[in-house]
């Protein structure tokens, strides 16, 4: 195989076969052909947004023992992080998004744990979007969910949900894959778009996994795919598995973009950094409030990055920053 025939494949405008995929994702990440696969995802990625990356913002409304028990999430019961259930008032997300969109966000993510009742989030989401501006984008960061419940967060003015197979799904999670993606089809029949990413990589995690997950990924015809490491969380089991550096990370979201058909223009990395940026990244997230990578029950006070600190990442990295709701969504596209 010979990077040069799949750069010219790639750039013909053809999505990458699975045996491409793990021969770039197998790559030395300092290597030359690493460097030049990662120049050639940031030209697509750049190519695709006119040469303006967004900024997108998430905010948990609660937080809980959530008995998933994702091995990586912070909220999982079995890691013994949070043992109270805390939510926020309705007065209080309607203040976070408030915030997001004086700040610029493009999106809003309302993110909920698996286990949070449903009619609740229905409920808050209602008086949230009343209270917001009209053309906020308001994305949902939920749990599974049946055709009835996904026509009922479209009917309450999201236009997209975040919903993800995870890596080693089944196995490190509680969650069986086909309820997972039983979930996106649901989703996709209300009329809602799917963002979702390759996620939580970790060292362990082989170039096949890698690969059939970013075919995974594209098989959903998402609104953006891309790519994210795993947080190690202190004191977990699953922390002893360790981290890939941003530069592996920045290889992956590179890789992940040239095995997206050029109809998803959106390419994601969390958490944000410049070397995701100059790999192909043109979303990041800022983020406030509980978060499944943080033990700060206000992650604004420790990992979560704000929208300004978010913008500054891509202009370091010679973005420019897209102003206005996502064009990401199928439902603001033509803006
Ligand atoms: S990732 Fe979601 S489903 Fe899994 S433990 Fe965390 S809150 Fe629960």
């Given at each position: 195989?010979?990077?040069e025939?799949?750069?010219?494949?790639?750039?013909m405008?053809?999505?990458?076969?699975?045996?491409?995929?793990?021969?770039?994702?197998?790559?030395p990440?300092?290597?030359?052909?690493?460097?030049?696969?990662?120049?050639e995802?940031?030209?697509?990625?750049?190519?695709?947004?006119?040469?303006?990356?967004e900024?997108?913002?998430?905010?948990?409304?609660?937080?809980?023992?959530?008995?998933?028990?994702?091995?990586?999430?912070?909220?999982?019961?079995?890691?013994?992080?949070?043992?109270?259930?805390?939510?926020?008032?309705?007065?209080?997300?309607?203040?976070?998004?408030?915030?997001?969109?004086?700040?610029?966000?493009?999106a809003?993510?309302?993110?909920?744990?698996?286990?949070?009742?449903?009619?609740?989030?229905?409920?808050i989401?209602?008086?949230?979007?009343?209270?917001?501006?009209?053309?906020?984008?308001?994305?949902?960061?939920?749990g599974?969910?049946?055709?009835?419940?996904?026509?009922?967060?479209?009917?309450?003015?999201?236009?997209?949900?975040?919903?993800?197979?995870?890596?080693?799904?089944?196995e490190?999670?509680?969650?069986?894959?086909?309820?997972r993606?039983?979930?996106?089809?649901?989703?996709?029949?209300?009329?809602?778009?799917?963002?979702?990413?390759?996620?939580?990589?970790?060292?362990?995690?082989?170039?096949?996994?890698?690969?059939?997950?970013?075919?995974l990924?594209?098989?959903?015809?998402?609104?953006?795919?891309?790519?994210?490491?795993?947080?190690?969380?202190?004191?977990?089991?699953?922390?002893?598995?360790?981290?890939?550096?941003?530069?592996?990370?920045?290889?992956?979201?590179?890789?992940?973009?040239?095995?997206?058909?050029?109809?998803?223009?959106?390419?994601?990395?969390?958490?944000?950094?410049?070397?995701?940026?100059?790999?192909?990244?043109?979303?990041?997230?800022a983020?406030?409030?509980?978060?499944?990578?943080?033990?700060?029950?206000?992650?604004?006070?420790?990992?979560?990055?704000?929208?300004?600190?978010?913008?500054?990442?891509?202009?370091?990295?010679?973005?420019?920053?897209?102003?206005?709701?996502?064009?990401?969504?199928?439902?603001?596209?033509?803006?």
């Open positions: 195989m010979n990077i025939d799949i750069i010219k494949k790639s750039r405008g053809e999505v990458l076969s699975y045996k491409e995929l793990v021969y770039l994702l197998g790559l990440p300092d290597s030359r052909e690493t460097y030049r696969v990662m120049a995802a940031a030209h697509l990625s750049r190519r695709l947004t006119d040469g303006k990356a900024v997108h913002a998430q905010f948990a409304i609660n937080f809980a023992p959530c008995p998933c028990d994702c091995l990586f999430c912070s909220f999982a019961k079995v890691n013994g992080i949070f043992n109270e259930a805390t939510e926020l008032s309705t007065e209080q997300a309607i203040a976070y998004v408030r915030q997001f969109e004086t700040d610029g966000a493009s809003v993510f309302m993110m909920a744990t698996a286990n949070f009742a449903f009619e609740r989030f229905i409920k989401s209602n008086e949230v979007r009343k209270a917001i501006r009209p053309e906020t984008t308001l994305f949902a960061n939920v599974d969910q049946s055709s009835r419940n996904a026509v009922r967060l479209k009917d309450a003015g999201f236009s997209g949900v975040y919903h993800v197979v995870r890596l080693r799904e089944g490190d999670t509680a969650l069986p894959v086909e309820k993606i039983q979930s996106i089809r649901n989703f996709q029949e209300a009329g809602l778009d799917i963002g979702t990413c390759v996620e939580p990589i970790g060292p362990e995690h082989t170039n096949e996994e890698l690969a059939e997950m970013i075919e990924t594209a098989s959903f015809n998402p609104c953006f795919s891309g790519a994210a490491r795993r947080i190690p969380i202190p004191g977990t089991s699953m922390s002893k598995r360790g981290i890939i550096n941003e530069m592996r990370m920045a290889q992956i979201v590179a890789v992940t973009r040239l095995g997206m058909p050029e109809s998803v223009i959106g390419n994601c990395t969390h958490e944000p950094c410049t070397l995701g940026a100059i790999g192909g990244a043109n979303l990041f997230w983020e406030v409030g509980a978060n499944p990578r943080d033990i700060e029950e206000k992650t604004e006070e420790g990992r979560g990055g704000t929208v300004s600190s978010l913008k500054s990442i891509f202009e370091e990295s010679n973005w420019n920053v897209w102003s206005g709701p996502t064009r990401y969504s199928q439902h603001n596209a033509g803006q």
